[in-house]
């Protein structure tokens, strides 16, 4: 068996495992077991830090280092970590004769006595009552929570959704529009060989603005070609 | 001086020594002292050192310590016994005595894990209990004045020398059964209706009447490798109300005790390495009925036998010892 002859600094990590759980080691000595489940059930809790839990422990360790199996249980955690892992109604007699029994018959104490048992065991359900409710409460606030969130997943698709039918219609109906420009009846196609005929001669006029802006150097006329060009468009 | 059962005129020769004591005895005899330096409680039953008895014309004295310096006397109730530490001394113990399911007891058992500087000294201690056979209401007394109490608690403090130490040591026979479900409480409580066991909201009571579960058997838990026991009081199978002598707690995982075939022999060998030097022991009244020990001698076991024990906290069906040692 392994023992220690003083108790480590608290700067060694070991503390740290023990309180945090990360080092499970069933422990011998009986204060150390009840002060370091003490230690680890408040800083769960949030009552104290993880640092004053150590520095409390440590000076205990020290006041008590001779007590029965403190050295094994110190060794076990610092020379041996690696190795260790996790491992009748007797008193409802004194209950019924307790504060009332002076002089009085046994059949009042029993009623007295089942008198407080019935408020008792009321005050305990409606005290569990209250834990269901709100464990209960709990539990539709999650699901509250799950439900919006899944609101919010579906409204953010529908979005999408709308948009891309408003698009399809947007396409559809332009393509509704060209199907009716399309000049099916070759009989009837005047319009269109107008529009043909205009669309030539704005082409004709583009291309000889353009021929002339690639020769040209930089002059006014070369700076107000934007400006025919938008004539143009706008014509 | 030995711990054992003494006359009265024993005790009251002990008194005028000025010695510091426990003392522990049925009412009648307690009521016979004079005043003095001790502190007392009623019980009628003891392991005495040749064997279990019932005794009401005796008294159990432990000397508390004649290493012991100094010493306080305080007396607490629901509302002040979260000071008992601030009362103890830099470097000693605390004896305490409290009747049984009154509101000190239960504020105690309840809140002793959260009082600051809960493990700094010893305490020790034990519940006043009464012949069961009786109509009597347990007592604690404070001896420097004589008062007597059956709602209030009364510790004693000792201060011991810088070389000397305290220690508390328990025996326990009993562990959890690796088969047993899991059992955990919805909030810290004497008495319980429903509660998770393996995670299941499930209502104690059905499931101990519905699984035979032996009620002798205490439910245990896990305390960093210290198994500490909560003794079942009563099954109400009709109200669906199991009822506790010590409280279970939220934070806990409980299990039910693995099962003993020979209570009185488990408790033999366990206690094989008992020190019969210790300042102070007292053992569970539970222990006492269950096993038998009454006219049986159990290695050198000694002391009262009790409503409920205290190391640290309110413990049951286990057998508490205060050692003091040198540094």
Redesign the interface.
Known sequence: MKTINSVPPKERKEWRDLLTGNLN????N?????????A??QI??G?ITLDEAIDDIHA?CK??F???NMDVDLANIFLNSNELTTS????????E???E?NGQSQNENVTTAERKKQE??EL??V??EK??LE?ERQKLQEERRKLEAERIRLEAEKTIQEKLLKEKLKLKKQYEELKQQEPFDKSDNTEVIEDNNELNEVKNELDKLFSEYKTEEDSPRKRSFFSRMFGIFKK | MESKLYSVDEVKSFIKQNKIMALAGDEQVLDQLPEGHWIGGTIPYFMDEDAGKFAQDKIFVNELDPKSSNYKINVYDENNIEQIIKDTFN?GFTLIIMP??QKVHQAFALKA??IEG???N?IVGWIA??D?NA????KVYNGLNKEKF??KAVAIHIELPDDY?A????TNIFEPDPESPEIRF??D?F????CLIDGKETNLAEYIDKHNIDIKLPLVAD????HINVSI??VDVK?G?VSF?APVFE?KVYRFAKPIDNYINRFEVKTLDYNPDNVFSCNC??NY?YGEFEGRKINNIKGPIT??EI???LLNQTLVSL?V?K?
């Open positions: 080691i069933p422990l011998k009986f204060f150390f077991q009840m002060k370091v489940t003490q680890k059930n769960a809790m009552k205990l006041k008590f001779k007590a029965k009748d109604d007797v008193y409802g007699t004194t209950t004769i307790s504060t029994s008792m065991l305990l359900k005290k569990e834990m269901r464990r | 470097n049984p399911f894990e959260d809960l493990y700094n010893p209990g009464v069961l109509d009597a209401t347990p059956e709602d130490f220690q508390i040591d328990i919805f909030f409580t008495d319980a209706l429903n305390y960093s490798g210290a009081k009563e109200n109300l002598f934070s009244i539970l009925l409503f409920g190391g640290y906290q050692i040692d540094n």
